[in-house]
């Protein structure tokens, strides 16, 4: 399948190009294989006009739980403890395969119209997910997470979908201790080694709340980062989620092993968990991705919302308007993802990358006028105005 | 013109009714003249079938500058000086009467589109505003906003549009000297003074910036509150916009005059204001309306993202889950919006009302499943999900 895109704005998220305008892209396959000024050569099965249209990479969730669509709404505006073990722990109790399946279903309906192209998973009953992101189209890294004694369990899992998805490049994998307050030191460390000995990032909670730090300090004398750190799961690549309660030895912990943040902004307000320390870790050079959490704290997957979000709240509670500019928000969901999700030709619109990629539609009243296309996606868009989401090449959304 | 919706949910935002399930609610003229749940007898006009589908009163924005969407994205991330000086008011030096209509033209559309059915704006050419609003049915409060040393052209110009507008009704008036630190004192009380007279409500902005709040302890020995309340101001229905910077005495002066606030929480973030005290505001009873603020500093005119961004900034800084719960925030929005703009039939869904309301599509991805139509409204809703717009009886906008 060959697709050309003609006179579109390109925004490329590539640092020595960015945007591009009356730009062309085609792709060939999997693949793009040209971004330029002047028509390619060659035919195309199928060529779409770029009038009033902006064309770049597509989103990439870092960090969500997709079946939790089903809890959206279910449980609002209460108190931390009185919500999970009074809603939503009960709730999840009793899922079962059929509901994963049909949670995912409609959180990947959500993501692609709402131009979400990859997303990293972490909850149970991967393989529906998986089966799930194969049939509608969308880029998984799935992860059924091990907590309290469920390791045996969870790795026969895990080994169980490498096997199904095997030579399916829409599906890789991280393993996932679930946070320290549901792991033991010794599960962590077990966790770790198998990681390494297979060679898969790890994916967890890390410092969400003010009260997950405070009793890792009672009970161990460390803080999250540093019990995390001691137990070597540092050691393999690593999407840490949230990390709002961090000291700044803690930064530099994950500095020092390059772990990738992934800053849930919008959760992290609604659960009253407060606002992570992403200027600082961005000042640092840490790769800080976005992720939307799962839809019962947020409530929604809708990434156009996460990334402003994230350029605002930073902004105004250091008091500084220049934090968290919009072309920093937007490779933290373009670039910075792609990088925590370990790929190297993704998030950018570059001929040898992989054709995930999104064309917005600006002929909106709320998209009037266009001074600045990246301060238009940023601030101004809305996730449906997506018009096409492609995904490995295939548009797999038309609005 | 008699309008029925049938078997649709309904928020009226009515205390003492809530939520109706497979609801009726019709339109007689201007006029909500039924709501319930069987169906009212009599011919209609129209009939909407409500299947999946929720009702609700139109939106209030109770503080922007319409015209200000030709900026939207001109000027983004700089420090507030820079960008006010360097960037918005030589801009705005050379907007002419057309420009007003067109920037106010596209924030129309984008409003009645995002399911707001009436403003109260604030800026200049508002007779080219009001002109705009009447064309396009969208209710309308407006003020030529005074400042320096423009107070009897704006007097004028307030008297030719109120000779203009006489008995249209939607379109009524303030009267707004625009800040402490754009007006002297004699200004103040000369708006006040006027106000007073011709029985109008005062629309300004208060204690945005924590700057705005030191210049004025310093140079007046005063907080900006109580500098507003020494000038007589608030001896009239006023609408303050933004209150960010405030002391508890501040909020009791507040209290003492009913003066309603005008919340708006992105463009604190986006220009680095800070987090107006909003809780404590509503515990003490004060009325607290949204506004979305001008589309350079937010940059939208969405109503749905402003009352989102409310419910959620509180409980993230406050680190209280249960601040500002769904249903308070999208009575900021409505009742409060109303009751803040001096209307005393508008923002509920109830016979003998204004009949402005929208209509929710829910059959999208990012609404489903619907657990409790508040939270999914204030939560997970798009702008773009409206589906209908109602003002005055007049469907005004169709998806």
Request: hydrophobic share 40%; glycine share 6%; proline share 4%.
């Amino acid at each position: 399948m060959k697709t050309l895109f003609e006179n579109i704005t390109v925004i490329t998220m590539d640092d020595n190009i960015g945007v591009v305008n009356n730009g062309f892209v085609s792709t060939d396959g999997k693949l793009i294989n040209y971004v330029g000024t002047s028509r390619p050569s060659g035919n195309f099965d199928r060529v779409i006009d770029g009038e009033n249209k902006v064309l770049m990479p597509g989103l990439i969730n870092a960090h969500t739980h997709t079946a939790m669509t089903l809890l959206r709404g279910y449980a609002d505006d209460m108190n931390l403890q009185d919500w999970l073990y009074n809603k939503i722990f009960p709730f999840e109790d009793k899922m079962t395969p059929e509901d994963v399946r049909r949670g995912s279903g409609i959180a990947i309906d959500e993501m692609l119209s709402g131009g979400t192209t990859c997303f990293s998973d972490m909850y149970f009953f991967q393989a529906e997910t998986g089966r799930a992101a194969v049939k509608k189209g969308i880029r998984a890294v799935l992860s059924d997470c091990v907590n309290f004694d469920g390791y045996d369990r969870k790795v026969k899992l895990m080994e169980e979908m490498a096997e199904e998805f095997k030579g399916c490049d829409l599906i890789s994998f991280t393993f996932s201790p679930h946070a320290i307050y549901t792991c033991s030191f010794e599960l962590l460390e077990k966790c770790a080694e198998y990681a390494k000995r297979h060679n898969m990032p790890i994916h967890t909670h890390l410092a969400e709340t003010r009260t997950e730090f405070s009793d890792c300090e009672i009970e161990h004398n460390m803080t999250p980062t540093e019990y995390m750190e001691s137990a070597g799961l540092f050691e393999n690549p690593t999407i840490a989620a949230h990390c709002v309660a961090m000291t700044d030895n803690d930064l530099e912990i994950l500095k020092k092993y390059n772990v990738s943040v992934a800053h849930n902004p919008i959760s992290n307000l609604k659960l009253a968990s407060g606002v992570a320390p992403v200027p600082k870790m961005l000042d640092m050079g840490i790769n800080v991705a976005i992720g939307t959490d799962g839809a019962s704290s947020n409530n929604s997957l809708d990434m156009f919302e996460e990334i402003k979000a994230a350029a605002l709240i930073h902004k105004g509670t250091s008091l500084d308007p220049t934090a968290v500019p919009a072309e920093t928000a937007l490779k933290m969901a373009t670039v910075n993802g792609a990088k925590a999700l370990g790929f190297d030709n993704l998030g950018i619109i570059k001929s040898g990358y992989l054709a995930d990629l999104i064309v917005v539609d600006f002929d909106v009243p709320h998209l009037k006028p266009m001074h600045n296309p990246v301060s238009s996606i940023v601030y101004s868009a809305k996730c449906t105005d997506v018009e096409y989401t492609m995904v490995n090449g295939k548009i797999v959304y038309e609005r």
